[in-house]
């Protein structure tokens, strides 16, 4: 039987963006969702809670026109999100720069059962 040759994975972790810098109430991109949503109109919130069952801070986005800006570079072809089900309608889109050098955005939303990638 053949061996299966060992992998080398690497993982660039968006948020927090390294060890050191895990409080969330002091990271920029916080600090600017939070200055975005007081000068939009309408209900909008960016805040950092404490959640119950995972006993972590998180960021709670609240509003339709709330939003976190995560820039990052990376090579990898995979990304990984992780989205607590709640009761509220929500939707996460993706923008990024595909093989052929077209900007695409993917779209999830959970209105829906639809997925799509725009270009």
Wanted: aromatic content about 6%; proline content about 5%; some cysteine.
């Amino acid at each position: 039987m053949e061996s299966v040759p060992d992998r080398e994975y690497s993982i660039d972790c968006v948020l927090p963006p390294n060890e050191e810098d895990t409080d969330l109430e002091n990271l920029h991109c916080v600090s600017a969702a939070r200055a975005a949503c007081k000068e939009l109109p309408g209900d909008n919130e960016a805040e950092v809670v404490e959640d119950e069952e995972l006993g972590k801070e998180v960021i709670e986005l609240m509003g339709l026109e709330a939003e976190l800006v995560l820039p990052t570079s990376s090579i990898l072809p995979m990304l990984v999100l992780h989205v607590k089900s709640t009761s509220h309608f929500f939707w996460i889109c993706i923008d990024f720069v595909d093989n052929t050098k077209k900007y695409r955005t993917f779209t999830i939303s959970n209105k829906q059962s639809i997925v799509s990638v725009d270009e």
